[in-house]
């Protein structure tokens, strides 16, 4: 898969992992890693940037708990604007899909 198709779903991936409720850092990865089934592969070294982007855009906010191990991990959420801006998000990838199987898979571009 190219980086930049990927790279330009990163956020909106990150923030729909996070609608389904709170985690930390690694979980998002693992779970991101899961669904996409051999398709990329996400390291830690991806993730915690698109946090932080989404963190300083107000729609993640991060929280320090202590797991189940005893380990303190700093825990992601999605606030109110975030669920609202993944709505959006996810309603204009879904144009953009449209129009790309539009052009390529309609049109006969392969």
Do not use: C
């Amino acid at each position: 898969m190219e980086k930049e198709l990927v790279g330009a779903s990163t956020g909106l991936l990150v923030m729909g992992i996070l609608a389904r409720g709170a985690t930390y850092g690694y979980d998002i990865l693992r779970q991101a890693n899961a669904e996409a089934d051999g398709l990329f592969e996400w390291r830690e070294g991806t993730i915690y940037p698109i946090l932080h982007k989404l963190e300083q855009q107000q729609l993640v906010r991060a929280k320090w708990k202590e797991s189940e191990s005893g380990r303190r991990r700093k825990y992601y959420h999605l606030t109110a604007t975030g669920r609202r801006a993944l709505e959006k998000r996810a309603a204009s990838w879904r144009q953009v899909n449209a129009l790309v199987l539009k052009v390529v898979v309609d049109g006969r571009a392969t």
